[in-house]
């Protein structure tokens, strides 16, 4: 026996309208990154009452650092303490690679640099904290966003794109790339990171990749 009412009838899809839609999306999608600011200070002229609170999360940041710089410490006493002198360097490195309070304490210096660096009517830091920034803000670019925007064409699997590899001539492709950072193909071994991948794209240098990391 049919249950299905009579007035439902399956229809197909229409392909050419959902293509439109998605391409619609893409272009609102690349009209608003290119429309938001791409500094902090930009953000600021955009959204003035932020200014009051940075100093507010600055001291929030050094908080979480002070916490995490004693783990961090007692973590070392004790290997000072209890590892023999020949093995303390592995155990140090150990807790540099492992230990979570490292991880934590890294990443609020990196938010306290930034921040600071972003008040304004503030003072400067050197051209080697600015150059920081500029390295922080490479090395966080989303690298899928990235061989987009420099014409690798990209095909999703699972987690992981893949795409021909720009380096060598193949017609299967076996370069992939591991979001959010990492790339490696398994036909030249060329691997690396945002920063590599667009010296390898633009052939260009190291300083200039950075460069045009904050542009994409």
């Not at 392909?15 to 953000?43: H, N």
């Not at 609020?108 to 600071?116: G, S």
């Amino acid at each position: 026996m049919n249950l299905w009412p009579h007035n439902i009838i399956e229809q197909e899809p229409d392909w050419k309208f959902l293509d439109f839609a998605w391409k619609l999306k893409k272009e609102w999608q690349e009209e608003l990154r290119k429309s938001l600011p791409k500094t902090e200070t930009g953000w600021f002229e955009v959204f003035p009452e932020a200014k009051k609170i940075i100093p507010e999360k600055i001291r929030e940041w050094e908080q979480r650092a002070e916490i995490a710089r004693t783990l961090v410490g007692k973590a070392l006493q004790v290997i000072e303490i209890k590892s023999k002198e020949k093995n303390r360097w592995f155990w140090r490195e150990v807790v540099k690679y492992t230990f979570s309070p490292v991880k934590e304490l890294a990443e609020a210096k990196k938010h306290i640099r930034r921040l600071k660096l972003a008040l304004p009517g503030e003072k400067k830091a050197s051209k080697v904290a600015a150059w920081q920034l500029l390295l922080d803000r490479a090395r966080e670019a989303d690298i899928v966003r990235v061989a987009e925007a420099l014409g690798l064409r990209l095909k999703k699997s699972g987690e992981r794109y893949f795409a021909l590899c720009p380096q060598h001539n193949e017609r299967t492709p076996s370069f992939c790339i591991y979001p959010p950072a990492r790339y490696y193909c398994f036909g030249c071994q060329i691997n690396g990171d945002q920063i590599s991948f667009v010296q390898m794209m633009e052939n260009c240098s190291f300083v200039d990749a950075i460069r045009k990391l904050q542009t994409i």
